[in-house]
C-alpha cells in the first residue's frame, strides 16, 4: 500500500479493502459496544427489556457490515486475475462476489431468526431468575412465585398482570421483609403447574392425529417442565 495506485484496478483495490477493513471493525464495535452496555446495567428488568429488543437486531446490522466485507474482498480478488476480455467474465467477476455476500447475510438473518431464539430465550431466562442479594444486607432473596407475590403486588399491579400488560417478579429477603419488584412486559405465557411462575411457554403446535384436535406444546424457561395441552 506503499505505492500509489496507479490505474482504476488499483485504486478500486484500495479503496474495497479500505471499506471492508473499516466494516468489520464497526461491526465488531458495534457488538462490543452493545454487550459492554449489557454488562453495566444493573437493573434486571431493565437489562432484560434492552437484550430482548435489541440483541438480535445488533447481531444482524454487525452481520451485513461483514457480509459486505466479504463480498467485497471477493470482489477485488477475482478482478485482479484482468481477465476482462469478455463482458460475461467481468460481469460474472462482479455479480458473483455479491451473490455470494447476499448469500452470507442472509443465512446470518436465518440464523437469527430460526434458531438464536432459542439461545435468547435462555440468556433471558438467566438475567431474570438468576440468583441475587439484597443489596442493602447482602442476604439471598427469594423469587415469589404467582400464588405467593399477590400480596405485595397492589391492586392495580394485579389487575394488569391479569390483563397481561405486565408480569411483576417479587423477590423477597425472608430475614428482613426487604422485597424488590421488577416489572416486564406482560406475555401470553402460561402459569407452570410444577414452579408456579408465569414462564410457561408454547415450543409447538401440531394436529392430532387420532382427535384431529390442536395441540400445544409447553415448555417452561424457569424449571424445565414440559407440558401438553389438547384442544385449546
Known amino acids: 500500500m506503499n505505492q500509489e495506485p496507479t490505474n482504476y484496478l488499483e485504486i478500486w483495490t484500495y479503496i474495497a479493502h479500505m471499506i471492508a477493513l473499516v466494516l468489520v471493525l464497526l461491526a465488531c464495535a458495534n457488538y462490543i459496544i452493545y454487550m459492554l452496555i449489557v454488562s453495566i446495567m444493573g437493573n434486571r428488568s431493565g437489562k432484560y427489556s434492552f437484550v430482548l429488543n435489541n440483541e438480535i437486531r445488533v447481531m444482524l446490522v454487525s452481520a451485513i457490515g461483514v457480509s459486505i466485507a466479504i463480498a467485497l474482498v471477493l470482489n477485488v480478488f477475482m478482478l485482479n486475475e484482468r481477465d476482462f476480455t469478455h463482458v460475461f467474465v467481468f460481469s460474472l467477476k462482479t455479480g458473483l462476489p455479491l451473490g455470494i455476500g447476499v448469500t452470507i447475510a442472509f443465512a446470518?438473518?436465518?440464523?437469527?431468526?430460526?434458531?438464536?431464539?432459542?439461545?435468547?430465550?435462555?440468556?433471558l431466562a438467566d438475567i431474570r431468575f438468576r440468583e441475587r442479594n439484597n443489596p442493602k444486607t447482602g442476604h439471598a432473596m427469594r423469587l415469589l412465585n404467582e400464588q405467593d407475590e399477590d400480596e405485595y403486588l397492589s391492586e392495580e399491579m394485579i389487575i394488569?398482570?391479569?390483563?397481561?400488560?405486565?408480569?411483576?417478579?417479587?423477590?423477597l429477603?425472608?430475614?428482613?421483609?426487604?422485597?424488590?419488584?421488577?416489572?416486564?412486559?406482560?406475555?401470553?405465557?402460561?402459569?407452570?403447574?410444577?414452579?408456579?411462575?408465569?414462564?410457561?411457554?408454547?415450543?409447538?403446535?401440531?394436529?392430532?392425529?387420532?382427535?384431529?384436535?390442536?395441540?400445544?406444546h409447553y415448555q417452561c424457561s424457569h424449571c424445565g417442565h414440559k407440558e401438553r395441552l389438547e384442544g385449546a
Open 108 to 123: 446470518f438473518k436465518s440464523y437469527l431468526t430460526y434458531y438464536y431464539p432459542f439461545i435468547l430465550e435462555n440468556r
Open 173 to 216: 429477603d425472608d430475614k428482613t421483609g426487604d422485597t424488590i419488584i421488577e416489572t416486564y412486559k406482560g406475555t401470553t405465557n402460561r402459569i407452570c403447574h410444577k414452579c408456579h411462575f408465569r414462564t410457561l411457554k408454547m415450543v409447538k403446535e401440531e394436529i392430532s392425529e387420532t382427535s384431529k384436535l390442536k395441540v400445544k
Open 160 to 171: 394488569q398482570e391479569e390483563q397481561l400488560a405486565y408480569d411483576f417478579d417479587v423477590w
